[in-house]
């Protein structure tokens, strides 16, 4: 029998239905969830196993990392004075911004983009994440946005994350296509087929914001997207309440991202749909804004809300998602369970992997976190260092005392293999 495991612990958060098992343990068969219960492990589960003493931390599902821009070039260190200046988020577009990283990314090497989020990855597994979307947009040419693409499948093959790759083209419009339409056409006939061709990514994803792309824009983009095959995202009400998040709920979008300036009315919308609601509040702490998104708001009326680290260049250069949940209950007022929730099994329905992980059920793929905590409020309650002390992937503990362990990383590379 391959890797059998019994981990001990006082605190195990499940995600199902906000469930928290007090003094219990689990049981790690070929690298997934065999058993899950109160007490002490019989001799039948202790048979032939390898047994994990984790009593005085806290194992959770894996966490997963439902927004990220992952590849791209370069950084933009360079717009913090104009941040602390006060300038606004479109001030900054204006003078470099998304464009910017697009010159980076253009310029960069196959092999310095590989490297570059090849680093990321491994200090996401070192902060306790297991699953990672990340989304194009940095290249907005064919060329590059198909190199990026094809990076992402790649960078599954060489680290234990999983990711799942999102095409972003309408991130925003290069400069040589001064015509917004002669570049949605671009994205629509030339792109987006070779994308769906080479089968490069799952979800395809719009940013619909005032002076990027209207509503308009976004729903035949969005309507097109379906007709392709792609699921939806949407970045959507980041700075303007446009109405995006209402028009992701009409689409059928699998999530609606940002919200900081969703309209009330368009709560309900998203909760009817089932649109989960990925929600940035690292990003919305980096730029310094007043507002976070309205997310117990959401939850009281029933959205599905997940948190992301919007890990990227501009907004939200932080590749931990425990600043994220920090912000969350610091900045948002979320309770500890919603957020634990909101980073493991709404997450992975943001990305449509709930039926493989994100809670803790028999069958699902032995993906965990062990934070160095007593209890989830702990988590919490301490903040501002790296509380993760260990990591399995597929059953194999990838992270061990805060340290990658090469072998059982090689263990999950074969198995993707």
């Given at each position: 029998?391959?890797?059998?495991?019994?981990?001990?612990?006082?605190?195990?958060?499940?995600?199902?239905?906000?469930?928290?098992?007090?003094?219990?343990?689990?049981?790690?068969?070929?690298?997934?969830?065999?058993k899950?219960?109160?007490?002490?492990?019989?001799?039948?589960?202790?048979?032939?196993?390898?047994?994990?003493?984790?009593?005085?931390?806290?194992?959770?599902?894996?966490?997963?990392?439902?927004?990220?821009?992952?590849?791209?070039?370069?950084?933009?260190?360079?717009?913090?004075?104009?941040?602390?200046?006060?300038?606004?988020?479109?001030?900054?577009?204006?003078?470099g911004?998304?464009?910017?990283?697009?010159?980076?990314?253009?310029?960069?090497?196959?092999?310095?983009?590989?490297?570059?989020?090849?680093?990321?990855?491994?200090?996401?597994?070192q902060?306790?994440?297991?699953?990672?979307?990340?989304?194009?947009?940095?290249?907005?040419d064919?060329?590059?946005?198909?190199?990026?693409?094809?990076?992402?499948?790649?960078?599954?093959?060489?680290?234990?994350?999983?990711?799942?790759?999102?095409?972003?083209?309408a991130?925003?419009?290069?400069?040589?296509?001064?015509?917004?339409?002669?570049?949605?056409?671009f994205?629509?006939?030339?792109?987006?087929?070779?994308?769906?061709?080479?089968?490069?990514?799952?979800?395809?994803?719009?940013?619909?914001?005032?002076?990027?792309?209207?509503?308009?824009?976004?729903?035949?983009?969005?309507?097109?997207?379906?007709?392709?095959?792609?699921?939806?995202?949407?970045?959507?009400?980041?700075?303007?309440?446009?109405?995006?998040?209402?028009?992701?709920?009409d689409?059928?979008?699998?999530?609606?991202?940002?919200?900081?300036?969703?309209a009330?009315?368009?709560?309900?919308?998203?909760?009817?749909?089932?649109?989960?609601?990925?929600?940035?509040?690292?990003?919305?702490?980096?730029?310094?804004?007043?507002?976070?998104?309205?997310?117990?708001?959401?939850?009281?009326?029933?959205?599905?809300?997940?948190?992301?680290?919007?890990?990227?260049?501009?907004?939200?250069?932080c590749?931990?998602?425990?600043?994220?949940?920090?912000?969350?209950?610091?900045?948002?007022?979320?309770?500890?369970?919603?957020?634990?929730?909101?980073?493991?099994?709404?997450?992975?329905?943001?990305?449509?992997?709930?039926?493989?992980?994100?809670?803790?059920?028999?069958?699902?793929?032995?993906?965990?976190?062990?934070?160095?905590?007593?209890?989830?409020?702990?988590?919490?309650?301490?903040?501002?260092?790296?509380?993760?002390?260990?990591?399995?992937?597929?059953?194999?503990?990838?992270?061990?005392?805060?340290?990658?362990?090469?072998?059982?990383?090689?263990?999950?590379?074969?198995?993707?293999?």
């Amino acid at each position: 029998m391959k890797n059998k495991q019994v981990l001990l612990s006082h605190s195990i958060y499940t995600a199902v239905e906000g469930q928290e098992l007090v003094d219990g343990y689990l049981v790690l068969e070929e690298g997934r969830i065999a058993k899950l219960a109160h007490g002490e492990p019989s001799s039948a589960d202790l048979k032939d196993a390898q047994v994990h003493d984790f009593r005085g931390q806290t194992i959770t599902p894996g966490l997963v990392d439902a927004h990220t821009h992952l590849v791209h070039g370069g950084s933009r260190e360079q717009e913090l004075a104009l941040k602390l200046a006060g300038a606004s988020y479109m001030e900054i577009h204006q003078e470099g911004g998304i464009k910017s990283t697009m010159r980076a990314t253009r310029e960069a090497t196959e092999a310095e983009l590989l490297d570059k989020a090849l680093a990321t990855l491994l200090s996401m597994l070192q902060h306790g994440t297991t699953t990672v979307e990340t989304k194009s947009g940095y290249g907005l040419d064919k060329e590059t946005e198909l190199r990026v693409l094809r990076i992402n499948r790649e960078l599954n093959k060489l680290q234990p994350l999983d990711l799942v790759s999102t095409y972003m083209g309408a991130h925003d419009t290069p400069p040589e296509f001064p015509d917004q339409a002669a570049y949605i056409k671009f994205i629509l006939e030339e792109v987006m087929p070779q994308v769906q061709k080479e089968k490069l990514a799952e979800f395809c994803d719009i940013f619909c914001e005032e002076g990027i792309f209207s509503l308009e824009e976004t729903r035949e983009i969005g309507e097109a997207a379906k007709r392709m095959g792609f699921k939806l995202k949407i970045h959507a009400d980041e700075i303007v309440p446009m109405g995006g998040a209402g028009l992701a709920a009409d689409l059928g979008a699998v999530s609606s991202e940002h919200l900081m300036a969703i309209a009330d009315e368009d709560i309900p919308k998203l909760a009817k749909s089932g649109t989960v609601a990925v929600l940035l509040p690292a990003t919305t702490f980096f730029l310094r804004s007043e507002h976070f998104a309205p997310a117990k708001k959401m939850w009281d009326q029933g959205v599905t809300v997940a948190i992301a680290s919007d890990y990227n260049p501009g907004s939200s250069p932080c590749e931990n998602l425990q600043m994220a949940m920090d912000m969350a209950c610091l900045g948002m007022g979320l309770q500890p369970l919603q957020i634990l929730k909101a980073v493991t099994l709404n997450a992975a329905k943001a990305i449509c992997r709930d039926h493989e992980i994100g809670s803790l059920e028999v069958g699902k793929r032995a993906d965990l976190t062990i934070f160095k905590a007593l209890n989830p409020d702990y988590i919490f309650y301490h903040f501002g260092l790296n509380r993760v002390s260990h990591v399995f992937k597929d059953g194999w503990q990838v992270l061990r005392d805060g340290q990658i362990d090469q072998a059982a990383l090689q263990s999950v590379l074969r198995t993707k293999r």
